[in-house]
């Protein structure tokens, strides 16, 4: 079925240092593929987002490219900064579920250290 | 503008009991769908209104669970019989398409509620 994998429950990085957050998905399908952050006591909001093959999502400093070869869809950033601590998610829509609902993964917490 | 808006917050039900949880989405988003989001997860679909049209209520976890748009804006989302495994933040989202794949979900704060 469709699935989204993230394989970090947290990463703990320190201020200026680059950053990678995994994101893998399975789907039969073409979807667009998403990462939403979420704050303490807040929804999700939309971060960045990718509609087809090679494209490539950018925000603040963040960027993931749409890879179907590899069915991919890493977060990355050169240099981190503490406001950037949240839980990230990668979401996919557009699959034989349902082109409307998103499909999440299990988030990876970021935490900066100063 | 306005965002989402989700109430109450927070609500603590005893077991057995039934809850009603509100949701006003931005004004004219056309879809509208809500998600649980247990502790330490991501978010999970639950069912999807276009306009006041349930078009997919696969997500619901079982017939406790029931939810309306009567007049294709304010949804509310009932739970009866209440039990533990309920426990979770009801999130509720819009947009303003109707069921693509690429555009955005606004998202509001959530209702978080505990069955005790």
């Known amino acids: 079925g469709d699935s989204v994998v993230q394989t970090e429950g947290q990463v703990l990085p320190s201020e200026g240092d680059s950053l990678i957050v995994n994101c893998s998905y399975e789907?039969?399908?073409?979807?667009?593929l998403f990462w939403y952050v979420q704050y303490p006591g807040e929804g999700p909001q939309l971060h960045l987002k990718?509609?087809?093959?090679?494209d490539k999502g950018r925000n603040k400093g963040f960027e993931a490219m749409y890879r179907k070869e590899t069915t991919s869809f890493h977060l990355e950033k050169d240099s981190v900064q503490e406001s950037d601590s949240a839980v990230y998610f990668c979401?996919?829509?557009?699959?034989?579920?349902?082109?409307?609902?998103?499909?999440f993964g299990t988030g990876t917490r970021l935490k900066v250290l100063a | 503008g306005a965002g989402v808006s989700q109430s109450p917050r927070y609500k603590v039900a005893k077991r057995g009991q039934d809850v009603a949880l509100r949701c006003d989405p931005i004004s004219g988003h056309v879809s509208l769908f809500w998600y649980q989001q247990a502790l330490g997860q991501g978010p999970e679909f639950l069912t999807y209104f276009q306009n006041e049209a349930q078009l997919d209520k696969s997500g619901l976890p079982s017939d406790r669970f029931f939810a309306e748009r009567p007049e294709g804006s304010v949804s509310t989302l009932k739970i009866q019989r209440t039990q533990q495994e309920d426990s979770a933040v009801y999130l509720c989202?819009?947009?303003?398409?109707?069921?693509?794949?690429?555009?955005?979900?606004?998202f509001g704060p959530g209702t978080r509620l505990t069955v005790t």
């Open positions: 989202a819009s947009s303003p398409t109707q069921g693509t794949a690429d555009y955005e979900q606004y």
């Open positions: 990718a509609m087809k093959a090679n």
């Open positions: 789907t039969t399908q073409y979807p667009s």
């Open positions: 979401a996919l829509s557009g699959t034989t579920s349902g082109t409307y609902k998103y499909i």
